[in-house]
């Protein structure tokens, strides 16, 4: 048996690494013999580094950067010496998760940090950087990225603005002077499954800007202020790429890279699969296990499962899901590549009993799928 072992991360609980070891054990169980290719996966969210690094050898690297409200904070990005290549999780240093639910305020925090982390990555001689820019605190357009690069957004007086994308309603003047000239010797890619405009009932404010803290009022101001600040850069750049598919995902850094970084947008679970060798592995492969820890409709919107399941699909090998809980609508994915699913649980649990007994239930579900398959193959 050839089996590819690719799992997304269990939230709260185990690494993607960590899920498809434990997966390995079960599997090692029934099939001492068998050849298991452990392959960590990643959507372009939280755990991209972690799955990319585990599976290519490469290394962590650690920046001081200023946070999406300005405060001092360690980033960690992460760098692939043999092919110069960074790859940045924007949540890193402009994420969500770096502040509490009073702290969120749309209107003011900033992506600065992000740029930070952009500015190391030149500094080690990146030819390619991969942004994957799930999970943001920000509502900025990505002003915040540029000015750490070297750009300055002026109001009418000349004056710079203050971080935020609220301060956008008022940029006169864009001065790309100073940004960085390194950055056009560098092909950027965009990690990120969200195709959202930059502006509308669509746009990254409406869609995003409640759970980043602003009220409905702030959400309008935010709208008009981002679509000034399009305007704007459409002037300055003669082109407008406000309704570019993506140019709203994280607060509008999707249009930042787009109109600025000549940034390409893939899904993040391809981006993913393509720096972990996943087509490779599976060229010879009888079975790809993946897995992650809610499996239901939701995962059709470009979750690892769906993505893992279109390489296979495309090389005729049969997919099947270990999932921590199966939820609505999963039967879909049946349609799309998937075989099969099956849920942890043992019996009766609460979250948290899952979430501590997760490596052990993987364990036991891959030693118990292994046993099945063994009998139908008979």
């Known amino acids: 048996m050839n089996i590819v072992i690719a799992p997304d991360s269990f939230k709260d609980s185990l690494s993607a690494q960590g899920v498809a070891q434990a997966i390995a054990s079960g599997l090692r169980d029934v099939w001492p013999d068998a ?14 580094i972690e799955a990319v690094l585990a599976a290519c050898g490469g290394q962590w690297m650690t920046n001081s950067v200023s946070g999406p409200l300005g405060q001092p904070a360690q980033a960690q990005w992460g760098w692939l010496a043999d092919t110069r290549t960074a790859i940045i999780e924007m949540a890193m240093a402009s994420g969500l998760q770096m502040l509490t639910l009073e702290q969120r305020d749309a209107t003011i925090t900033t992506t600065y940090g992000t740029g930070q982390l952009i500015a190391a990555a030149l500094d080690a001689g990146a030819q390619r950087i991969i942004l994957a820019i799930g999970g943001s605190a920000t509502n900025d357009a990505g002003t915040g990225m540029l000015s750490a690069l070297g750009a300055r957004f002026l109001d009418a007086d000349g004056q710079s603005l203050p971080p935020g994308g609220l301060a956008l309603a008022r940029v006169a003047h864009i001065d790309l002077t100073k940004l960085d000239s390194r950055l056009s010797d560098v092909q950027f890619e965009v990690a990120a499954d969200v195709n959202n405009p930059l502006c509308g009932p669509q746009g990254a404010s409406h869609i995003f800007g409640p759970q980043k803290g602003a009220s409905p009022e702030q959400v309008l ?5 981002l679509g000034h600040f399009a305007d704007v850069s459409a002037q300055v750049l003669g082109k407008d790429d406000s309704e570019h598919p ?6 509008g850094m999707g249009f930042a890279a787009k109109a600025y970084l000549n940034a390409s947008f893939r899904p993040g679970v391809e981006v993913v699969a393509d720096l972990t060798g996943l087509a490779e592995a599976l060229e010879d492969a009888d ?10 409709a939701q995962t059709l919107r470009g979750k690892t499962p769906f ?4 390489i296979a699909r495309r090389k005729g090998v049969p997919v099947i899901v270990l999932a921590g809980t199966l939820g609505d609508g999963y039967a879909e994915l049946y349609e799309h590549g998937i075989s099969a699913a099956f849920a942890l649980a043992s019996g009766p649990m609460t979250l948290e009993q899952a979430c501590q007994n ?6 036991d579900r891959a030693r118990d799928l292994a046993r099945v398959w063994q009998l139908a193959a008979r």
């Open 35 to 48: 050849r298991l290719v452990e392959c960590p996966m990643a959507d372009g969210g939280e755990g991209t």
């Open 221 to 225: 101001a935010l709208d008009a202020a």
């Open 246 to 251: 993506g140019s709203g995902a994280a607060g």
């Open 287 to 296: 079975l790809v296990i993946t897995g992650e820890g809610r499996f239901d």
């Open 307 to 310: 993505g893992v399941a279109k």
């Open 358 to 363: 997760a490596a052990s239930l993987l364990h």
